[in-house]
């Protein structure tokens, strides 16, 4: 029954044919108008629909999916990819078609452009710009809005609601530098986020910790924290019954759910758009409040809960059936991992296919590298330092970079992993090998053996083993980045990761993180004993 | 000598045979310079087949660099260097390499090689029918048992055991001259002295020429045939031993002949 429940939710986020498109570059689908659509029909080609990693968009990309499958098109799922620049760059390059974004994101952090205080007092004026804009920059359309908000709710507990007497965010300044903040990292940065209502309301807290997501519930409600950012529709907000305080100001810009579609899409299918366009205008806040709930609270699985959603709106298919998954919830952590266990095994398949061959590319290549480097020492630390800089570059960061030139997927998830582990590799070559003992090269050179015997007699046999302490060090690193593959569809133990963390639910976090971590030991304890296989005669004599 | 010969090793080189595999090694007018520095300057030297020449100076008198010019390690330019009066640059450097021995201070044996492996290194390179059995011998050569050591790892050996096994690596394939650089200094005294007596020996036996680079005068008198005394890239003196005592050409060559002669004062009359 459980498996049941989690396979129907797992296949909902790693649709088959996931796989197939895992294999081929998803470059291949930029500047589809001209090359791309004459080479495929366009009649084959997926629908790739995508969502942000929280619960709320899930379900939305959920739905948007499962209308178009009705419509008999072919869909193809990356739910949960990294966040709003992950995925709208993916979006504007035809990596994915379709995926729900929010106008105030789309005003501030996509377009970068201010909110006038015209938008602040009128959704329809955000949209309007917000639409206008992203097709000339980007030829993004953005569908008309779903019918809902979703903005930051700051949200307190009801005894400090009372106590203080807190309605508004204005009310907030009767108590300064009493109450601590728990906000996530991107709501403390951004200037539409924490230092804006600062400014706007001249507020001060007595302290400010970043949080997860998945965990500002959690610390609000047991006083870890007095304040948290949450959004207005979040299922969670019931479940703990906190106060949300009204931005009486209008400080924030509206956040209007709708579904933003690829240049490529709306060019080449106007009736898959006419058939997303059905969810326009007929989802509203109470609504949504409710599906979030089941999903993050009851933890029912999200393809169950869109097709309630669509039927609710006569928009579903009646042959399916409906089951409520609310024991998914009760099971404890061990059961819940057992359950899961086929899943976990592909997912930790897809997961060592990828790091084995980011780490066979990175070896084929860092070794030779480091060998050519040794005879060439001036030419060696400007070409390290250089795979410094690129160690020093944040994983999501280098994702991102990498959309416009290799879309999102495996390929680009491919060829992060293998420059993140070229450094520790090449270094490890370059150093060992140019510290060989050099009194027995010098001896056998001054004796006539060439320069490649001395290197395949003496160099490498001696650098064996410091040169696999680096791809050992490679490997446990890779082993672990690679679950940031998840952020751009690349699959892997990363993705429950980060659905997890989208639910706030720490089983299914765990349930990819414990086998990773297994992994990374696994990983280096056959790359330890391959160490002493190949350790030089000498080391393994007495 | 020819008598010598046919004691240690029995049947097994004749006299004409050492004629023939020694080489007679020739530098003319040799100058070298490490950019601005000019390690060598017109140094001329002959050591006739068979015979051994040692190199005594300081550190940076030029020994070394001399030594390694002789099996083109480093180029002679301008100047030349003739073996068996071929002029070295008209050869291949590889295949000059594998006709003269080398034996570093340090022993320079592959750490991970046994014994055996290290000594037959020169035959393989040469692709010799059977280089473990003529690692052998030269371990016997040099007073080390095959079945004693062999299959063991350098590690395994005593300092002087390790320079044995250099010297027995360097010999192995009947190399017609060895280049010693220091190859005694880093012993104690006693297994010095032995490594000397033994090293006479195997050269009386086999009667390879060689080059020996050492800053002591005791060792090169022991050994040597000839003496050239270097200092900052310039031989002072060139001669036998007697003429080096008797008729020392420079202050520095009096200086060091002096030296050596009160320390084995000392000893004399204790």
Known sequence: ?542 | MPTAVAQTVPGRVSPSEIARMSLDLRVTSLTHRYGSVTALHDISIHVPAGSLLALVGESGSGKTTLLRSLNRTIDPAPGCVFVDGHDVVTLDAVALRRRIGYVPQSGGLLPHWTIGRNVALVPTLLGHADPLAEANDALALCGLSPSDFSHRYPHQLSGGQRQRVALARALAAKQGALLLDESFSALDAISRSDLHDAFASIRSSLGFSAVLVTHDLGEAARLADMIAVMRAGRIEQLGSLHELLTSPATPYVDALVSRARASARVLVNA
């Open chain 1, 1 to 542: 029954m459980f498996t049941g429940l989690w396979v129907m939710l797992t296949m909902a986020l790693v649709s088959p044919a996931r796989a197939q498109t895992a294999t081929t570059p998803l470059a291949s689908r930029t500047n589809s108008s001209s090359a791309d659509s004459a080479r495929r029909p366009q009649n084959t080609a997926p629908v790739i629909v995508a969502s942000k990693p929280f619960g709320e968009s899930f379900l939305l990309g959920e739905m948007l999916a499962q209308l178009l499958e009705r419509s008999g098109r072919r869909v193809e799922r990356k739910l949960g990819l990294g966040a709003t620049d992950v995925a709208f760059q993916a979006l504007r390059n035809n990596a994915i078609d379709v995926y729900p974004e929010y106008t105030g994101t789309g005003l501030v952090a996509v377009l970068g452009d201010s909110v006038t205080a015209a938008m602040r007092a009128d959704p329809r004026r955000a949209f309007a710009h917000v639409a206008t804009a992203s097709r000339q920059r980007f030829g993004v359309t953005w569908l008309p809005p779903l019918g809902f908000q979703n903005g930051y709710a700051i949200a307190v507990r009801q005894e400090t609601a009372q106590r203080w007497h807190l309605r508004t965010l204005s009310d907030l300044a009767i108590a300064p530098g009493t109450l601590t903040g728990g906000f996530t990292s991107d709501f403390i940065g951004r200037n539409d986020g924490w230092p804006g209502v600062e400014r706007a309301y001249g507020l001060r807290l007595k302290a400010i910790k970043p949080l997860a997501p998945a965990i500002k519930y959690e610390a609000l409600s047991q006083g870890a924290v007095d304040i948290i950012d949450g959004y207005s529709t979040d299922g969670l907000l019931a479940k703990y019954a906190l106060v949300t305080l009204e931005d009486d100001r209008h400080f924030f810009p509206p956040y209007d759910a709708v579904a933003v579609v690829s240049p490529r899409l709306s060019q080449a299918d106007p009736d898959a758009i006419a058939i997303l366009t059905q969810l326009s205008g007929r989802l509203t806040e109470a609504d949504m409040r409710a599906w979030n709930r089941a999903i993050e609270v009851d933890a029912e699985p999200i393809p169950a809960v869109a097709r309630r959603a669509l039927m609710a709106l006569g928009l579903g298919d009646s042959t399916a059936t409906i089951s409520t998954g609310t024991q998914a919830s009760q099971q404890g952590f061990w059961a819940f991992f057992w359950a899961r266990r086929v899943e976990t095994l592909r997912l930790a398949g897809e997961h060592a296919w990828l790091v084995a061959i980011s780490l066979l590319l990175a070896v084929l290549v860092a070794v030779p590298l480091g060998l050519w480097l040794s005879s060439r020492p001036v030419v060696a630390e400007p070409v390290l330092q250089l795979f410094g800089v690129v160690q020093t570059v944040p994983g999501i960061a280098l994702l991102v970079f990498m959309i416009p030139l290799l879309g999102i997927g495996v390929v680009p998830a491919i060829v992060a992993l293998w420059a993140y582990a070229l450094l520790p590799i090449a270094r490890a070559t370059y150093t060992s090998v140019r510290l060989a003992d050099a009194d027995a090269v010098a001896a056998i050179a001054a004796m006539g053996a060439t320069t490649r015997q001395q290197l395949l007699w003496v160099r490498l046999p001696l650098a064996a083993p410091v040169i696999l302490s680096g791809i050992r060090t490679a490997a446990v690193i890779t082993v672990g980045t690679a679950t940031l593959g998840a952020f751009i569809g690349a699959g892997g133990l990363g993705e429950p990761i980060v659905t997890g963390l989208g639910l706030a639910d720490s089983r299914l976090v765990l349930s990819g993180a414990i086998p990773a971590a297994a992994m990374a030991l696994l990983v280096d304890a056959a790359l330890a004993a391959t160490a002493r296989a190949l350790a030089p005669a000498h080391l393994r004599q007495d």
